[in-house]
């Protein structure tokens, strides 16, 4: 018989280990990912720098931590239904002591041996609640597997902004220096004139205030330039010593048929990562109907106790009966209502959770359409802004060179000079405007 509880005791450790290595295979929480050191420099797309910033990212490593969590949890969910054994070995010594007894008018002295007792017991129960209680485990992995989902699209979202905006004030940097070298030259040309009495001091003067206006646009643009590069930093977890090169253009990220392909894209609703929240928290709120239910359910339960007891010398007597199995069956019978008040409360929480789910579906459908619309006006916005400022830069040139040959007034070119700093930051702003439009897009369709 001992024997055989050994080997139950096996086959049931055998079954645990089995179970626990079929679980879906994940990092140990215990030896969390090393950061690799941060380069000198980099030189990245756009695909490059978001996958780089995920590799990096400390937040999206708590959330992945998050998901093992909640595998830890819902084996143990399951575990406490799982059989489970335990061994207790016990030695007693009486020290000589004899118990006495009257038999009649006459005390019998009886011995108390030495003794050890070795016992195994095994046991298992289970319960509605339980079950219910490792799907409830299910639908929060899944929850945590979306959250997961939602923080990486967040955080190559940002990226793209980011890098997007620093690839546009890099152009503006370009324009504006370009600018101030040739307005620099009109300056010099026209203080040469000045010299020789063929101008007067006050043009002159007026083009220097051009010049300032520039190289106030020009520190401004760097600063928001730098601001813009150490968000980025930020983004790819790097100091603020590593030099970072952006090889992609801004034409190329912003082409039509770039624009034309994400605009054609079907929305599917079920890839919202929104709606896929909503849809499992329905579903949560669904199985803890079904677990207040279970509170009404019975609870069974098995026990198997092996017990070998080996005395040190004659005398003692055994009490403990060497195999014991024991099975029990509890019911509840009455709450005073605490029960159903339990049922309906989950009831009417599951009834709001369907109300949400179907109020968002009708939602989505007119936030997809207006996220549509919003792109498309913003790529027209776009393209208007962007022959504007080339525009405006011939308009510039040319009038610039007409002041040089005397055709054109200094009213003129201050205008010219305004209008060309007006269409940068008008082109500026529509850039950010378009590619905010394409982030919120296909964050909501969920494309990476």
């Known amino acids: 018989m001992k024997k055989s509880s050994l080997i139950i005791l096996t086959g049931c450790l055998l079954a645990l280990s089995i179970k626990a290595s079929g679980q879906d295979h994940v990092m140990d929480a215990t030896n969390p990912m090393s950061f690799t050191s941060a380069p000198a420099s980099v030189s990245l797309t756009l695909e490059q720098a978001q996958d780089f910033a995920v590799e990096r990212n400390r937040s999206l490593k708590n959330a992945s931590l998050a998901v093992q969590e909640a595998y830890a949890q819902r084996w143990q969910?399951?575990?406490?239904?799982?059989?489970?054994?335990?061994?207790?070995?016990?030695?007693?010594?009486?020290?000589?002591?004899?118990?006495?007894?009257?038999?009649?008018?006459?005390?019998?002295?009886?011995?108390?041996?030495?003794?050890?007792?070795?016992?195994i017991t095994a046991a298992v129960g289970i319960n509605g609640q339980g079950i219910v209680g490792a799907l409830l485990q299910n639908i929060a992995i899944d929850m945590k597997k979306i959250a997961l989902e939602q923080s990486e699209t967040e955080l190559r979202s940002n990226v793209r902004t980011s890098y997007m905006t620093v690839l546009v004030l890099q152009d503006i940097s370009t324009l504006l220096d370009s600018s101030l070298i040739n307005i620099e030259k009109l300056a010099g040309m026209t203080q040469n004139a000045v010299n020789a009495g063929a101008a007067e001091q006050t043009t002159a003067d007026q083009i220097m205030v051009r010049i300032n206006t520039i190289k106030n646009n020009i520190?401004?643009?760097?600063?928001?330039?730098?601001?813009?590069?150490?968000?980025?930093?930020?983004?790819?977890?790097?100091?603020?010593?590593?030099?970072?090169?952006?090889?992609?253009?801004?034409?190329?990220?912003?082409?039509?048929?770039?624009?034309?392909?994400?605009?054609?894209?079907?929305?599917?609703?079920?890839?919202?990562?929104?709606?896929?929240?909503?849809?499992?928290?329905?579903?949560?709120?669904?199985?803890?109907?079904?677990?207040?239910?279970?509170?009404?359910?019975?609870?069974?339960?098995?026990?198997?106790n092996y017990t070998n007891q080996h005395y040190y010398s004659e005398g003692g007597f055994r009490m403990t009966p060497p195999n014991l199995v024991q099975v029990n069956v509890s019911m509840p019978l009455w709450s005073s209502g605490k029960r159903a008040a339990g049922v309906v409360e989950k009831k009417i929480a599951y009834e709001e959770a369907?109300?949400?789910?179907?109020?968002?579906?009708?939602?989505?459908?007119?936030?997809?359409?207006?996220?549509?619309?919003?792109?498309?006006?913003?790529?027209?916005?776009?393209?208007?802004?962007?022959?504007?400022?080339?525009?405006?830069?011939?308009?510039?040139?040319s009038t610039t060179e007409k002041f040089r040959y005397g055709t054109a007034s200094n009213l003129e070119l201050t205008n010219a000079s305004n209008d060309l700093i007006t269409a940068q930051s008008t082109y500026v702003q529509a850039v950010l405007t378009l590619v905010n439009a394409q982030v919120e897009l296909d964050k909501f369709l969920n494309n990476k």
């Open 77 to 119: 969910t399951i575990a406490a239904m799982l059989p489970s054994a335990d061994a207790s070995f016990a030695y007693s010594n009486y020290l000589g002591y004899e118990a006495e007894m009257k038999m009649g008018s006459m005390p019998v002295k009886i011995a108390m041996p030495n003794v050890h007792q070795f016992s």
């Open 219 to 304: 520190q401004s643009n760097r600063r928001n330039l730098e601001l813009s590069m150490n968000s980025l930093r930020v983004l790819l977890a790097l100091p603020a010593e590593t030099q970072i090169t952006l090889t992609q253009n801004i034409s190329d990220m912003l082409s039509a048929e770039a624009i034309l392909k994400q605009l054609g894209e079907e929305f599917n609703i079920r890839n919202n990562l929104n709606y896929q929240l909503l849809e499992k928290n329905t579903q949560l709120a669904e199985r803890n109907v079904h677990m207040a239910g279970w509170a009404y359910g019975p609870t069974v339960s098995l026990a198997y």
């Open 354 to 397: 369907r109300n949400t789910l179907a109020e968002t579906t009708d939602q989505l459908g007119i936030q997809y359409q207006q996220l549509r619309f919003n792109l498309n006006n913003a790529y027209e916005t776009y393209l208007n802004e962007k022959e504007n400022i080339d525009v405006t830069k011939r308009v510039f040139a």
